[in-house]
């Protein structure tokens, strides 16, 4: 079946580091792949997604490509803030999309000033 | 968007009891699914919940374990039954729209 590796975490970054969180995906068909972020004390919200190959998603400063030859949808920003520091989400449709979604573990970004 | 509320946010139970999770979605929804989120780990999907028919269990997820009901389109509850501390985790709620999942705040569910 579908499934989705993360890097593991914690990153820990200074303020206006580039962020680099791995996400690579085994996946039959052709899923739909989001970024998903947790801050703490709240809930999951989505970050970003892209439905097909090559697509970009964006958002916040914060993008992911769709690489298919890859199959990967890592998440990458220029400068990251302190507000930043929550728990990232990589995930994707178990079928096409429209469906539940299988989620990676989890990288825990943690960013001082 | 959908927003959804799910309650209690948090609750601490006595081995051997069941507590009941309950969501509400403030539109229609077809399709409700049910997570667990235990510490430090990635969602797990326990269940699709779709109105008018038997919850979805995954593999590892039982009826017996996890009764939910869904009984309208913007109410759905789980039931986490004959709790042990293994069954200490966030429960998530969370509803399909405009191509993406949207989630409740969670049930924080400690097991003593």
């Known amino acids: 079946g579908n499934s989705v590796t993360q890097m593991e975490g914690p990153v820990t970054l200074s303020e206006e580091a580039f962020l680099t969180i791995n996400c690579t995906y085994t996946?039959?068909?052709?899923?739909?792949l989001f970024w998903y972020v947790q801050y703490p004390g709240e809930g999951l919200q989505l970050l970003l997604k892209a439905t097909k190959a090559d697509d970009k998603g964006s958002n916040k400063g914060f993008e992911a490509t769709y690489r298919k030859e890859t199959t990967s949808f890592h998440l990458e920003k220029g400068s990251v803030q302190v507000s930043d520091s929550a728990v990232y989400f990589c995930a994707l449709t178990r079928y096409q999309a429209g469906t539940a979604l299988i989620f990676g573990k989890g990288t825990t970004l943690s960013v001082s000033s | 968007s959908a927003v959804i509320s799910q309650k209690p946010s948090r609750d601490i139970c006595q081995r051997g009891t069941s507590l009941t999770i309950q969501c509400q979605v403030d539109s229609q929804v077809t399709m409700m699914f049910w997570y667990r989120q235990q510490p430090g780990q990635s969602l797990t999907l326990i269940a699709t919940a779709n109105q008018g028919s038997e919850a979805t269990y995954e593999s590892g997820f039982v009826i017996d374990k996890f009764p939910i009901s869904r009984p309208n389109l913007t109410f759905s509850t789980l039931t986490v039954s004959n709790m042990s501390p293994e069954d200490s985790s966030i429960y998530l709620c969370?509803?399909?729209?405009?191509?993406?999942?949207?989630f409740g705040s969670g049930t924080q569910l400690s097991v003593l």
């Open positions: 969370s509803v399909e729209g405009a191509g993406k999942l949207f």
């Open positions: 996946a039959t068909g052709y899923p739909s």
